[in-house]
């Protein structure tokens, strides 16, 4: 008979362990549409899931080389066969050899991973690349010309006047002699301080007319943000000849001291052969044979340090001129114990993004929280105008008027060469005696007991006047019983044991440790980011890698976090995306306070955070 138990055993246990590994043969692959690429291709990463139902999706390795601009999904089902398809479009950010990770997908109690895919990425196309020939040059026809211009260069002929931006472009026009259309860039300066800004002006110039299709592509960037702040058309003569131009402009700043790239934009187009024609005639005019591509002059930068001399404790990284700052409370009359909303607003030039949190100082009589910030930046007439918004949350302790102080914040100046300080100005609150009544003494009642003393209160309730004797049943006497105890006991511990061992709130725990332990040893921003990312994929089921910010922040909003959290993650994350794409020795400055920053984020949401 024993045997006979143990045999059955077995083979519901191979069963158990066959339907367990794989019941449905499911499978999971991955693919791009070209393995070869440059800077300005477009990578399509498809993940087939064959067999798989229900729910799921597919979580991203870290992909620092590329930006994940969309997902789409499909689904197909076959004789009773799923089929899933997700499509992510992505642009690479820069060039070299790249691998793409694993692909996982969490399915049923089994982990489906995909092999990794190797990318190379050039800045332009290997096969095409134009070499250097210092003595020729070709026209439209493809004849070969005698360059005079290698032998004779052309003398910039931008009036001394100028502003630097415009003559800089103006210069590099001319270099280009009698050219159709050409395509050339500029900044306003090649040596700004971290955090101020910079114009970029990429100019399309034309003396003949183009199809009115004509696509544009963004230069690459390297340690810097870039907000584009207009376009405008206009003509200018360059050597004599007529010509008219497009212009892009965008608001460029560096991220950290050192080298920055600007790389070079792009226009396709297609010549025709009539000028001032209406644009149905233009549409349908005679094109020339091939589509033409021109492309920009590349620039670098070399981004300087700010002053430390003369720092002021206020300063949080705003470079600039033009600074104002405003705070206000929710309301000017609260109870004591109520909380107030205390809003600080700073305005001005450039991007804020990148500057650091305001400092609440310690206020007497009030409790206060953690500051929570956004940013955004605006185009206006050809610049960037920013704000960012600071909110925290006062508790007056006790009653009174209160009076709440200036709060600093300091900007550097680079005309001026010194740092500015504004203040906000004094907030008054009254606090009034608090409203809830408590259930303890009331003092305001009393007795006089003859012996100098006053009785207040009494903190002992007896229910009966009469001494309580104890009366044993039939129940008491079974609870005496010490095997029974035993075995209840026994129960009660199991029922515990099964209680603490909810496998979420077990993984929960394991994912902050290992987020913990993750930012203790963090030397780079990738480590703090794919910690925060784990994290949030664990506690919350959010995967960052294959969401925009955007949808990201929506996700933990549906999943029940706090506003604050979702702000403060917000813009940790863009911080780490800054600085994932930094040089690596600007990389080395920003970990340590990084990884300090995602921990107080990870505990903000383990206290108030909520699925």
Known sequence: MRKLVLLLLCVI??????????????????????????????????????????????????LPAFNVFARSTSKTIHNFHATTTFEYIMMPRMQGKVVIGPISIHYGNKIYKTDPINVTIYRTNPSTAPTAQ?????????????????QQPVVAQAPANMPFLERTLYNRAAQNGDKDYFMVAGVSSQTPLVNQNVTLAERFYYAKPFSNSAPYTA??????????IGRSEGSQTILGRQYDYIEIRYNATGVTQGKAEIGPAKIDFVPVSQRGASLFDRMFATMAA????????????????????GQPDSFYGAVGSGYTISAGL???????????????QVKGPGNLKATSDLKIPEMRGFKTYEVASTAAAVPDNGT?????????????????????????????????????????????????PSSKTDSGFDFSAHSDLGNGFQELGKDIRYLKAEPYTKQFGFLDRLANWSVINYIAGILVIIGIIFALMDKRSLTEKRALTKAKAQLKHATNAETIANALSTYLQIKYDVHTASLPLRDIQEALKKKGCAAPQIEQFSTLWQQLNAVRFAPAAAQEQGVSNLSHQVLQLLNQFEKGGSK
């Open 134 to 150: 210092p003595s020729s040059a070709k026209t439209q026809s493809g004849k070969a010309v005698s360059d005079t211009r290698s």
């Open 290 to 309: 091939d589509p033409q591509t021109v492309t920009s002059n590349k620039i670098s930068l070399a981004i300087l340090p700010v002053p430390t001399e």
């Open 330 to 344: 929710d309301r000017n009359e609260v109870e004591a114990g109520d909380a107030v909303n205390l809003t600080v």
């Open 384 to 432: 960037l105008k920013s704000y960012k918004v600071f909110k925290t949350v006062l508790v007056p302790l006790s009653s009174g008027s209160y009076t709440i102080p200036a709060i600093d914040w300091s900007y550097y100046d680079p005309a001026l060469k010194q740092y500015r300080i504004i203040r906000t100005q004094p907030l008054s609150l009254k606090v009034t």
């Open 219 to 228: 230069p690459t960037i390297s340690n810097l943000f870039l907000e584009e």
């Open 13 to 62: 246990s191979t069963v158990l362990a066959y339907g367990a590994a794989d019941p449905l043969g499911i499978s999971v692959s991955a693919s791009v549409n070209k393995t070869v690429l440059t800077l300005e291709d477009e990578l399509i990463l498809t993940v087939t899931v064959d067999g798989a139902t229900g729910d799921f999706t597919p979580q991203l390795p870290s």
